[in-house]
C-alpha cells in the first residue's frame, strides 16, 4: 500500500503516516520520526505503549484460548478482571459486565438502568438526561444522548430525542457568584429539567464528571457533584457517570467520582481500561441495581465479544501495571507538575485563555480575549493548526472546536500515566515551540 492510496474510509482525508511501533510515551513512524503521544491516543494508552509485561500475559493467554463464549464458559481472566476491577472501585460498586468500548458501556448502563426500574414496578421512568455539551459515544442510542448538536444533526431524525441540561463551566457567572453558588446554581437546573420532564418518568442522569473531548476537561466546583447526587437521590433517578474518558486512573483516582466523596449508581468505563491492548470497557454497578434484573430473567443485554478471555487477560494485565507501579499517584503528581507548566506557559501567551483539569486529563483553551474568554474566530481553524505543527514537530495532542454552552478551541493534554518529569519537559518544549510557531 502505498502513502496515498487506501481502501479504508476514516473520518478525515488528511494523510498520516504508517505507524512502526510504540515504547512508553513515544510512538515512530515507519521513516523512524519519533512522536511524543502526549494525547495517549483519544485518552487511551494510560499505561504507554508496548508494555512488555502486558504482552507477555496476553501472549500467555493467547497460547490457551484467545476466545471462549462467556454463555459456554467461565474465564478466570474475565472472573480475575471482574474481582480486581471491584476492590479499585468504592465500596457500593460490585457488580461488573464487560463490553468492548465506550459507546457500547453507555448504552449498555442505559439499559440496566432500564432493566432495573421495570423489574422494580418503575416501568414509567424511561427518560435519561445528559448534558449540554457533553460526548457519550457515536452508536445511535449514546449519539442521542450526547449534548452537541453538530454530531447529532446529520443523523437527525433520531430516537425519542433526550432531555439535555446545561453542564457547568468553569468561568460563565465567575464574576457574579462565587465557586460554591455557581455549582449549586448548575445542579439546580437538573431539578428543574427532572420537574419538566415529569419525576415519575426520568429514570437517569448521564454525565462525564469532567467533560472530555466535550468540553476540554472542564471540572465543575466541588457543590456541584455533592448536590447533584442529593437531587438523584430525592428523585429516585439513578446517576450514570461516563468515566470512559476520566476512569481507570487517568485523574488521579482509580474513578474520577472519588474525588468528591460521591458514588454513582452506575459507571461506564473504557479506553483505558484495556488501555490500548485491547478493545475493552465495563459497567459497574451496586447489587442492589443488578440482582432484581437478575431476579426477574436477567440482563436482557450482550455483545458477542463482551468479557471474551484475551481482552479481559490484557485488562487485568492494565490494572496491574495501575497498581503494582503506582501509576494512579504518579497521575496525580505529574498532573500537578504538568499543570503548573502549562500555567507558566499560560503566563507567556496571552492567546491561552485557560488551564484547567485533573490529574492527566487536563487541558488548555486559546482565546480572542482572557478577559472576556471571547473564542478565535471559527475560521482561523486554530484547534486544527496548532495541532498540525505540535505533529510536525513529533507532538501528539487532541483538540476540538466545541460551540454550544462554551465555544472554543479546546487542547487536550493527556499523556500516559507512566510519564516521568523530564519527559514533561520535552513535552513543553515541544508545546512552547509550536505555539510560537502558532503565533508567527
Ligand atoms: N464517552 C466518553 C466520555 C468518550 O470520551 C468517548 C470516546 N471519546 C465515548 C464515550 C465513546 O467511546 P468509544 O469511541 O470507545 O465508543
Redesign the pocket.
Known amino acids: 500500500m502505498t502513502d496515498t492510496q487506501s481502501y479504508l474510509f476514516y473520518q478525515t482525508r488528511t494523510p498520516r503516516p504508517f505507524l512502526d511501533r510504540g515504547e512508553g510515551i513515544y510512538l515512530y513512524d515507519e521513516s523512524g520520526k519519533r512522536y511524543i503521544d502526549a494525547s495517549s491516543g483519544?485518552?487511551v494508552s494510560n499505561i504507554g505503549h508496548s508494555n512488555p509485561r502486558v504482552l507477555a500475559k496476553m501472549k500467555a493467554q493467547m497460547d490457551k484460548a484467545t476466545f471462549g463464549y462467556r454463555l459456554h464458559f467461565r474465564t478466570h481472566p474475565s472472573e480475575d478482571l471482574a474481582a480486581k476491577t471491584v476492590a479499585m472501585t468504592p465500596d457500593g460498586l460490585d457488580r461488573v459486565f464487560f463490553v468492548s468500548?465506550?459507546?457500547?458501556?453507555?448504552e449498555s448502563a442505559v439499559k440496566l438502568a432500564r432493566q432495573c426500574a421495570l423489574a422494580t414496578g418503575q416501568g414509567r421512568r424511561h427518560k435519561v438526561i445528559s448534558r449540554y455539551p457533553?460526548?457519550?459515544?457515536?452508536?445511535f442510542g449514546?449519539l442521542d444522548l450526547t449534548g452537541y448538536d453538530p454530531l447529532r444533526e446529520p443523523f437527525a431524525p433520531m430516537m425519542e430525542g433526550m432531555p439535555k441540561v446545561a453542564a457547568p463551566t468553569t468561568y460563565l457567572d465567575r464574576d457574579a457568584l462565587s465557586e460554591e453558588e455557581r455549582g449549586i446554581r448548575y445542579a439546580e437546573l437538573l431539578r428543574d429539567k427532572i420537574e419538566e420532564a415529569g419525576p415519575d418518568t426520568v429514570l437517569a442522569f448521564l454525565m462525564?464528571p469532567i467533560?472530555?473531548?466535550?468540553t476540554g476537561a472542564l471540572v465543575a466546583p466541588d457543590s456541584y457533584y455533592t448536590r447533584i447526587r442529593e437531587i438523584c437521590d430525592a428523585y429516585g433517578v439513578l446517576l450514570i457517570f461516563?468515566?470512559?474518558?476520566?476512569g481507570a486512573g487517568r485523574t488521579g483516582k482509580f474513578l474520577a467520582a472519588e474525588h468528591w466523596g460521591i458514588t454513582p449508581d452506575i459507571v461506564?468505563l473504557?479506553?483505558g481500561f484495556g488501555a490500548g491492548y485491547a478493545?475493552l470497557?465495563a459497567i459497574i454497578a451496586g447489587a442492589r441495581l443488578v440482582e432484581p434484573v437478575l431476579d426477574s430473567g436477567g440482563f436482557q443485554h450482550g455483545f458477542t465479544y463482551a468479557g471474551n478471555p484475551l481482552a479481559c487477560a490484557a485488562g487485568l494485565a492494565v490494572l496491574e501495571e495501575l497498581e503494582n507501579h503506582n501509576l494512579i499517584e504518579n497521575a496525580a503528581r505529574m498532573g500537578e507538575v504538568l499543570k503548573a507548566k502549562l500555567q507558566a506557559l499560560m503566563a507567556r501567551y496571552p492567546i491561552i485563555g485557560d488551564v484547567r483539569g485533573k490529574g492527566l486529563l487536563l487541558a488548555f483553551e486559546l482565546v480572542a480575549d482572557r478577559e472576556t474568554m471571547q473564542p478565535l474566530p471559527k475560521d482561523w481553524n486554530a484547534h486544527a493548526r496548532l495541532v498540525e505543527i505540535a505533529y510536525d514537530l513529533g507532538l501528539i495532542i487532541y483538540s476540538r472546536r466545541t460551540r454550544g454552552g462554551i465555544e472554543g478551541d479546546h487542547f487536550l493534554i493527556c499523556p500516559p500515566l507512566v510519564i516521568t518529569e523530564p519527559q514533561i519537559d520535552e513535552i513543553m518544549h515541544l508545546l512552547d515551540t509550536a505555539l510560537a510557531r502558532y503565533a508567527e
Open positions: 483519544a485518552m468500548g465506550g459507546s457500547e458501556a453507555v457533553s460526548y457519550h459515544g457515536c452508536t449514546a462525564e467533560g472530555g473531548a466535550s461516563d468515566e470512559v474518558m476520566s461506564a473504557s479506553k478493545p470497557g
